[in-house]
């Protein structure tokens, strides 16, 4: 019964388990999505959707301010197996088209990106994929499904970071990936053999964590507004980033794709190394963290912290 197929089961625990298929429902049902395929963390997710997807010969093209380990996995990694590379500045609608070639199998982008906020046209981005036949790809992990919904803009794969906004607590690892039937089979099959999978106990502690995520997602899109605000007006702030203020390059494109704009806020301050990093330590209500999406309130200097450089924006 069960070899035949004739009786569902679960085979082995690197397939799914049950806790695991009831967060994939509900993520897909957030989304609007067909499938949701759940792992062990973003990048995870990430790679195993370019692995599944992309073969020697074929050609891909990222956005420039993707996530710098998406970025050196497409870099570094893929040419090891015949995959051609192109990197394209974000927002640059005209390099990416020029760029696309016949053997261009997908376009990755990020929205919005991290640190500056930079928002994806995802119509633009969704109608190159389709005039060119190539697969459209988005990391919303910043935006989450409760701010915008990129398959409702005819992208074909949505990826997130659980571990930030979908998971709510600071205290669970995980990845998912968004897309219909077609491409969720590809992708669950490169699973199935190279692993990736997330533990049934994090399924629990993200469907945990979006029991409150529309409560969560409301208020930190509030908060954020009102952080944005008060910086832009300090004395003593060079320039802010937020999509929800109209100094931002990309605001009315948030303003038109976007519910809300997300709950991080970067900004610059008026001096030197040494000024900043004296403000960052003379932070009462704020801890130096690297993640973000949970209930605390967190800074990080990219710079300094983690893996971003001092000049690229």
Same mark, same amino acid.
């Given at each position: 019964q069960y070899t035949s197929g004739k009786k569902a089961h679960y085979e082995y625990g690197r397939y799914g388990n049950p806790t695991q298929e009831a967060a994939e429902t509900k993520l897909a049902m957030l989304?609007?999505? =067909?499938?949701?395929? @759940? !792992?062990?963390?973003?990048?995870?997710?990430?790679?195993?959707?370019?692995?599944? @997807?992309?073969?020697?010969?074929?050609?891909?093209?990222?956005?420039?301010?993707?996530?710098? %380990?998406?970025?050196?996995?497409?870099?570094? !990694? @893929? *040419?090891?197996?015949?995959?051609?590379?192109?990197v394209v500045p974000m927002g640059d609608y005209e390099a990416m088209e020029s760029s696309i070639k016949k053997n261009t199998a997908l376009l990755f982008s990020e929205s919005p990106t991290n640190p500056y906020l930079n928002i994806a046209d995802m119509e633009k981005v969704s109608a190159l994929g389709r005039k060119y036949k190539a697969v459209t790809a988005i990391d919303s992990t910043f935006g989450a499904p409760y701010n915008q919904k990129p398959l409702e803009w005819g992208i074909d794969i949505v990826i997130h970071s659980g571990t930030k906004f979908l998971g709510g607590h600071n205290d669970v690892l995980s990845g998912a990936v968004m897309t219909n039937q077609k491409y969720f089979e590809k992708i669950k099959l490169f699973q199935k053999m190279a692993g990736g999978i997330t533990d049934p106990n994090s399924c629990y502690l993200l469907i945990r964590g979006l029991k409150t995520f529309a409560l969560r997602m409301e208020r930190q899109n509030s908060t954020a507004m009102a952080v944005a605000k008060h910086l832009e007006e300090h004395p003593k702030v060079k320039r802010v980033?937020?999509?929800?203020? *109209?100094?931002?390059?990309?605001? =009315? @494109?948030?303003?038109? %794709?976007?519910?809300?704009?997300?709950?991080?806020?970067?900004? =610059?301050?008026?001096?030197?190394? =040494?000024?900043?990093l004296r403000f960052l330590d003379s932070l009462e209500m704020c801890l130096i963290a690297p993640s973000l999406g949970g209930p605390e309130s967190l800074i990080t200097h990219p710079a300094t912290i983690t893996y971003y450089s001092l000049t690229r924006e």
């Open positions: 989304e609007g999505a =067909e499938r949701c395929l @759940l !792992f062990d963390c973003g990048m995870s997710s990430i790679s195993a959707t370019l692995l599944a @997807l992309l073969k020697t010969g074929d050609h891909i093209i990222l956005t420039d301010d993707a996530y710098k %380990q998406t970025l050196n996995f497409a870099e570094n !990694f @893929l *040419p090891r197996y015949g995959v051609e590379v192109t980033y937020y999509p929800g203020l *109209p100094s931002h390059r990309h605001h =009315e @494109l948030a303003r038109k %794709q976007m519910r809300g704009f997300g709950g991080v806020v970067t900004f =610059e301050v008026d001096g030197d190394m =040494e000024q900043t």
